[in-house]
């Protein structure tokens, strides 16, 4: 038997348990980021490119998946276009993205 470990979020300690539901279609698509267990319960903040869209932030957790737990940060909503993201209150850009509407985009996070 395999134990999954979730660390929850302080601030909502029932986030990453359950399945995500992502809202997409038309001009809006969502965002999955892989993320190395490390970054474990760290928040990930996103700003569109332009600064045309408002910031919003989730936080790293891990997930159930067959035999083992993958480790990803989830933006359920996002209009399409251009985003960056960074670790909450460092603000330093780590990864920018195209997200398409009606479309899943995946990414990994730099190491």
Known sequence: MTATVVRPHPENP?????PV???IGGDVGA??????ETMA????EI???DGQTHCSHVAVVGRAVRDHTVW???FPELSEGRYELYQRLDGRS??????????????SWPR
């Open 14 to 18: 029932h986030a990453g348990q359950g």
């Open 21 to 23: 539901v992502l809202d």
């Open 31 to 36: 965002l999955v980021v892989a993320m190395p």
């Open 41 to 44: 319960g760290v928040e990930i």
């Open 47 to 49: 700003r569109s490119v």
């Open 72 to 74: 990803s940060a989830v």
């Open 94 to 107: 780590r990864l920018v993205v195209e997200v398409s509407g009606g479309e899943v985009t995946q990414a």
